[in-house]
């Protein structure tokens, strides 16, 4: 059971993202800091800062001074464990000059052609999801939109490229809570942990090899080669663990938050279901609305951020959330607009880290919102104080109840 949050004092010098009052008003906390300070600092996991504004937040993430390391993406009590170059999780842990190549490993994967490959899969997933929880609606008038449908569809898929058992969705969403949501020191077993799990499924792998250019992403993973060298068990693990975690949980906070916006919204409701043309406006601004990823940096020397003296190993988060929302660089930033067409959001990151894996997540969550509402013909939450949002680096509704009609 994790341990009750201390109260935060004050949001300009002792704030705490993984607090539930964060996790409920960070739209507003995120305004009055931009307002009134714009690089906030706290004492918590050790000392950390958290800038607000889309300008700061961009220089940090483009890092073009090196005043950051990406070595450490996730605030923890501990600092990464493993040395330069590779860090915990590559390419999103690595430094230049590594980062490039480590990355250039998974943009095949990512790339469109295959990304589209998986459509069906997904959306034949999406139709399984909604058959299960509309019977459930049925009986009971409501189910969970979060737990019964969003927070599915990525783990499957996800499992599905890694050729990882789709029956362990609830270890991955453990996994999950313990590194993003609370990131605090646990005294656990060694076989509940993630890397001994990713240690058994690379070793199930390495056991049943597969042609080279054949096979599920871990064996692409084993098969290739960065200088020449096969990839250290250090850096297979660690890409693995970054695409579960990470491939994740953004996408489902997406495709929940969405569900959130119409079913609170029905304007934009009837535009998305009855306007094919507007989709693919409304999929960016959902992300730039609703973006779910802050990450986290750590100084790598001392030097002032607007005056603020950041010190070397202080935690640094970046919200591209708040960046997306800051008014100097939207019209209308805390505003909806489902047909917005100037929107050079940064849900995926900005800098050499942006998202490889953004392909897929503008994929996965299309088809689940095209599959919700051509299946549910109304939906409005049961009740908006039920709404749970995630704590943490990444936040969508972990419990999002709705009421439904379904569509004969």
């Known amino acids: 059971m994790d341990a009750e949050k201390a109260p935060v004092q004050d949001w300009k010098t002792d704030f705490d993202h993984t607090h539930p009052d964060y996790a409920e008003n960070a739209h507003q906390i995120w305004d009055e800091l931009r307002a009134e300070c714009p690089v906030a600092h706290s004492d918590r996991f050790g ?7 889309h300008e700061d937040i961009e220089a940090i993430a483009k890092n073009e001074h090196g005043h950051y390391t990406s070595q450490a993406v996730v605030v923890s009590e501990l600092r990464p464990g493993i040395d330069p170059p590779i860090g915990v999780a590559p390419p999103i842990t690595s430094d230049p000059p590594f980062h490039a190549p480590a ?3 998974l943009l095949g994967p990512f790339a469109p052609r295959q990304v589209n490959e998986l459509e069906p899969f997904t959306r034949a997933y999406c139709h399984e999801l909604l058959d299960a929880a509309l019977v459930k609606a049925d009986e009971q008038g409501w189910f969970d939109a979060a737990i019964d449908y969003a927070q599915n569809i990525p783990v499957r898929v996800i499992a599905e490229m ?27 077993p060694e076989e509940d942990g993630i890397d001994w799990y990713i240690d058994q499924q690379i070793a199930r792998h390495k056991a049943n090899p597969k042609p080279k250019g054949e096979g599920d992403l871990i064996d692409h993973l084993l098969q290739v080669e960065i200088f020449g060298e096969p ?5 297979v693990r660690g890409t693995v663990i970054l695409l579960l975690v990470a491939g994740i949980d953004t ?26 043309d507007v989709r693919p406006f409304a999929i960016e601004e959902f992300l730039r609305a609703y973006a779910p990823v802050t990450m986290a940096r750590i100084v790598a020397q001392d030097h002032e951020l607007n005056g603020c003296p950041l010190k070397k190993d202080d935690w640094l988060l970046l919200p591209f959330p708040a960046a997306n929302r800051d008014p100097e660089a939207f019209d ?18 900005l800098g050499i880290h942006r998202c490889l894996g953004s392909n897929l997540a503008r994929m996965e969550l299309s088809v689940a919102l095209e599959v919700f509402v051509e299946r549910v013909h109304e939906f409005t939450l049961v009740d908006p104080g039920s709404v749970r949002f995630s704590t943490g680096q990444i936040r969508g509704p972990r419990e999002l109840p709705v009421s439904v009609n379904s569509n004969t």
Not at 164 to 178: C, V
Not at 231 to 235: A, N, P, R, T
């Open 47 to 53: 000392g950390m800062w958290l800038p607000t504004r």
């Open 103 to 105: 990355r250039k490993l």
């Open 332 to 349: 209308d930033a805390d505003s909806f607009i489902i047909d917005r067409q100037k929107n050079r959001h940064g849900a995926f990151g």
């Open 162 to 188: 890694l050729g990882l058992p789709p029956e362990d969705g609830d270890t991955f969403r453990r996994f999950i809570h313990n590194i993003i949501e609370n990131p605090i020191e646990r005294d656990i």
């Open 231 to 235: 990839l250290s068990q250090e850096h």
């Open 251 to 276: 996408t489902w906070s997406s495709i929940g938050s969405a569900i959130w916006h119409l079913a609170q919204n029905p304007g934009d409701l009837e535009r998305f279901r009855n306007d094919p």
